[in-house]
């Protein structure tokens, strides 16, 4: 018994150590080569990427199709950060307020959106969100002192495999407390009858722009921790097409589930990159892996709308208190003698 | 004092006068009942005091302020809870959620503090999960804490529906239809559930109710309404006698 609350307590934190520790030292000691270590850091990023939209889309209900805009604004909020505002000799420790930064850019968009799309219900936020995913990618397109189409340059490589790993348990820590909250509670009540929601005083407009700001906010680390990878960025990285592979892990992953979206990215991570070799190999043109995306989102939404891990959550993602054993030992503390006697069914 | 004071309330929904001149005047205690056949405007009257919609014309003060122009979570969090007349549960969340989720106004904590699990965040739980668990247990569904509302018999819904009302600690419940699809040994189940929230939560009560027979014995006064016009008022002895409820409402049934 006491090895048991030894092991819910301790083992998670325990096992996140043991894969910094590894994050660190496998791609030092060359167990791993580059392109490995590479697919991991892709990995990460499309966890972080996957949680943003499924906090949007998965927990909230709502559909956002436009959250490689916000991907766009961290990467180049932090490049330009990194490349011509710290100096050279710091940008390794300043690397994370480089994230924050275009983490915090990202947001501030966020709230932009969100402010008029949340003024009603519906396919409104689809349509704004599209609209703003173009404006951005035309933006940058025309913005000739970020390189224009050509693109941003410059960038050292910052993002270690240790790094996405930091950032990735940040994100799902944070994203974790977000969701089993009174706000997260909140989101979830949103998804299943907004009215009745407003009706037993949930601050429904709050709660969305909440979400919404926070998801932007995921994204715009995630396109910092992505710039820092490929030290090259330009407009078409960030177009609908990056939004539609979002929306694919999200819906294969499982929607309203933390667990579900790492599954998820993870799988259509490396199912993507197999394929890479598989046309590779087969002499097949790389262009046919454009079409894959779309067409497991239109099969999954036929076969499985809700995803492999749809509103179920892994045992180590649900916070001590809200576990089973926890309430239950709650209910028994909350017993009352005060009860409708006479009129008990 | 007067807790709810509605004034010639009327609502237009296009071209089809749902509410007409309703006038009412709550006292902190009471029991009252809307009564009126289908379509009479009775839910709509619940829909304008909660601010779901916004009336054409006329007051609805609570506590002495004004309701109008408030969205409905502010009105909620003065402290009326309603429920509806088809059971509207968050269908795929847990018993426990359905009922914490009615504590989102009295939760006391940021957002920074949830993110970070500061102190006050931990305390400010502990107390909506024990809270919410001892209002299931008073309604005697804290077992089935942790079931989706979704697989709950017809009953016990209704009676989670009543909890997740009662979490928002109003002083107004309002009820809408609460016997809607139940036989009459159940309703009489529910006349009782009633009876004793009301006594134990110090309730003012405002029953919408379609049968007559069910508000007869458990309302201090009736409002009959036809057409969203008020056909008539009183104790219900003096709205049984009175002849043009007779003769739109309860005709029908002497026949049968």
Redesign the interface.
């Known amino acids: 018994m006491m090895k048991k609350t030894f092991w819910d307590r301790w083992g998670t934190p325990l096992i996140l150590l043991i894969g910094f520790a590894l994050s660190m030292a496998l791609p030092a000691s060359g167990l791993i080569n580059p392109y490995i270590e590479l697919v991991l850091k892709y990995i990460g990023i499309n966890i972080i990427l996957t949680i943003s939209l499924n906090l949007v889309n998965g927990y909230m209900g709502e559909f956002s199709v436009g959250h490689a805009g916000f991907m766009a604004i961290g990467a180049y909020v932090s490049s330009i950060l990194t490349v011509w505002v710290f100096p050279a000799a710091w940008e390794g420790v300043l690397f994370p307020l480089a994230l924050l930064a275009g983490g915090i850019a990202a947001g501030l968009a966020g709230l932009g959106i969100a402010f008029p799309s949340f003024k009603t219900r519906g396919d409104y936020l689809a349509i704004v969100t599209l609209a703003f995913n173009m404006i951005i990618k035309s933006v940058l397109e025309n913005l000739e002192v970020l390189g224009g189409p050509r693109g941003f340059m410059g960038m050292s490589k910052l993002t270690t495999l240790w790094w996405v790993y930091l950032v990735v348990v940040l994100v799902v820590y944070?994203a974790r407390?977000?969701v089993y909250?009174?706000?997260g509670?909140?989101v979830?009540?949103i998804r299943?009858?907004e009215?009745?929601?407003?009706?037993?005083?949930?601050?429904?407009?709050q709660v969305k722009v909440?979400t919404f700001v926070f998801s932007a906010f995921l994204a715009g680390l995630a396109g910092g921790l992505f710039a820092h990878e490929l030290q090259f960025i330009n407009p078409r990285s960030f177009t609908i097409l990056k939004s539609t592979d979002m929306l694919v892990m999200v819906y294969l992953g499982g929607i309203g589930s933390l667990g579900g979206s790492i599954l998820g990215a993870t799988v259509f991570t490396v199912v993507m990159e197999g394929l890479r070799s598989v046309l590779q190999l087969l002499n097949i043109s790389q262009e046919w892996r454009l079409v894959v995306a779309p067409l497991m989102l239109i099969l999954l939404m036929l076969f499985r709308p809700k995803g492999i891990m749809g509103?179920r959550e892994f045992r180590f993602l649900i916070p001590l208190?809200e576990r089973?054993e926890a309430?239950q030992k709650?209910?028994e503390?909350?017993?009352?003698q005060?009860?409708?006697g006479?009129?008990?069914? | 004092m007067t807790l709810l004071q509605i004034r010639s309330l009327t609502h237009w929904f296009g071209g089809l006068r749902a509410v007409h001149d309703f006038n009412l005047d709550l006292l902190p205690g009471e029991l009252v009942a809307i009564i009126g056949p289908n379509g009479a405007g009775k839910t709509t009257i619940f829909n304008l005091i909660?601010g779901?919609y916004v009336p054409s014309q006329g007051e609805i003060r609570f506590e002495g302020q004004s309701l109008i122009g408030l969205?409905?979570?502010e009105i909620?969090?003065l402290g009326i809870?309603?429920t509806?007349q088809n059971i509207?549960?968050?269908?795929?969340?847990s018993v426990?959620?359905n009922v914490?989720?009615?504590?989102?106004?009295?939760?006391h904590?940021s957002?920074w503090e949830?993110?970070?699990?500061l102190p006050r965040?931990?305390q400010?739980?502990?107390r909506?999960?024990?809270?919410a668990?001892?209002l299931?247990?008073?309604?005697?569904l804290?077992?089935l804490?942790?079931v989706p509302a979704k697989s709950l018999p017809y009953?016990q819904q209704r009676r989670l529906e009543m909890a997740?009302?009662l979490?928002?600690a109003p002083k107004l419940l309002l009820l809408d239809e609460p016997a809607a699809g139940m036989n009459p040994a159940?309703i009489d189940?529910?006349m009782?559930?009633i009876r004793?929230?009301r006594a134990?939560f110090r309730l003012t009560i405002l029953l919408i109710e379609h049968q007559m027979r069910v508000v007869m014995n458990i309302a201090e006064r009736i409002k009959v309404l036809d057409f969203g016009q008020t056909i008539a008022e009183g104790t219900p002895q003096e709205v049984q006698r009175n002849p043009r409820v007779i003769e739109a409402y309860l005709g029908e049934e002497t026949i049968l």
Do not use: C, M
């Not at chain 1, 503390?333 to 009352?336: H, M, W």
């Not at chain 1, 006479?342 to 069914?345: A, F, G, R």
């Open positions: 944070l407390n977000f909250s009174s706000f509670r909140g979830l009540s299943e009858d009215t009745a929601a407003s009706l037993v005083s949930v601050n429904t407009r909440l509103l208190q089973s309430i709650a209910r503390a909350a017993r009352t005060r009860r409708i006479e009129v008990q069914s | 909660t779901v969205q409905p979570h909620i969090s809870a309603r509806f509207r549960l968050f269908k795929e969340l426990l959620d914490r989720i009615a504590h989102y106004a009295r939760t904590y957002i949830a993110l970070l699990r965040f931990g400010e739980e502990q909506v999960r024990y809270e668990l001892e299931l247990d008073i309604f005697g804290a077992d804490a942790e009953g997740r009302a979490a928002i159940e189940q529910l009782d559930t004793w929230i134990e």
